[in-house]
């Protein structure tokens, strides 16, 4: 199975840069998800990360370690408008591969 | 990436009640599923769907209580049968495969379902 870590609240400044860690383990890994979802609506796909690096969309930045076990999700030139829950979802290799979510990390952007 | 409509939107219903949910996907995809939201909580895989056959449940969950179908690429329902309190909760289809994208894994916009 798999168990998946992630901090449950932050809180950052606009116009700042925030950090947004997860850490996972799993018996298999082929790649390791992050979605945004505001308050009342449904997940927004951000990024997919299968290979160790940066992958760098905009404001948004997503790093993976699978040595590791880790990745997070970086956060440039805060909005408040991105206050939301970022959500850490890992894909197994093999099987069916359903995706398995973290708990979410809750973060409030204040001016 | 794909569009994703839910019908309905939201729902009040009666105990002892069922509703059926509606997802539908403007272009073929390859894999489709139910999830589960409870308030203030992640996401609770409920079942795959798979087409023309038997969905896959996960642990917790049954096909009596959330009889699923998928009679084509592009269109699945839910089912939450004799509904509880309990089963007040948004329900999310989501997709995988898009136009050969096999990846990435998009959701609908949700139902909303309150059970009194």
């Known amino acids: 199975g798999q168990n998946i870590d992630q901090p449950t609240e932050m809180t950052a400044t606009e116009g700042a840069i925030v950090q947004i860690n997860c850490t996972y383990q799993t018996s298999g890994f082929n790649g390791l998800f992050w979605y945004q979802q505001h308050a009342g609506e449904a997940p927004t796909f951000l990024s997919y990360n299968v290979l160790d690096g940066l992958e760098e969309k905009g404001r948004f930045s997503s790093f993976l370690s699978r040595s590791k076990g880790y990745s997070y999700l970086l956060l440039k030139e805060l909005q408040m408008k991105d206050s939301a829950s970022y959500l850490c979802a890992v894909r197994p290799y093999g099987g069916y591969q359903k995706v398995t979510f973290g708990t979410g990390t809750k973060l409030q952007v204040i001016p | 990436s794909a569009v994703i409509s839910q019908k309905p939107s939201r729902d009040i219903c009666q105990r002892g009640t069922s509703l059926t949910i509606q997802c539908q996907v403007d272009s073929q995809v390859t894999m489709m599923f139910w999830y589960r939201q409870q308030p203030g909580q992640s996401l609770t895989l409920i079942a795959t769907?798979?087409?023309?056959?038997?969905?896959?449940?996960e642990s917790g969950f049954v096909i009596d209580k959330f009889p699923i179908s998928r009679p084509n690429l592009t269109f699945s329902t839910l089912t939450v049968s004799n509904m509880s309190p309990e089963d007040s909760s948004i329900y999310l289809c989501?997709?995988?495969?898009?136009?050969?994208?096999?990846?990435?894994?998009?959701f609908g916009p949700g139902t909303r379902l309150t059970v009194l």
């Open positions: 769907a798979n087409q023309g056959s038997e969905a896959t449940y």
């Open positions: 989501s997709v995988r495969g898009v136009a050969g994208v096999t990846d990435t894994q998009y």
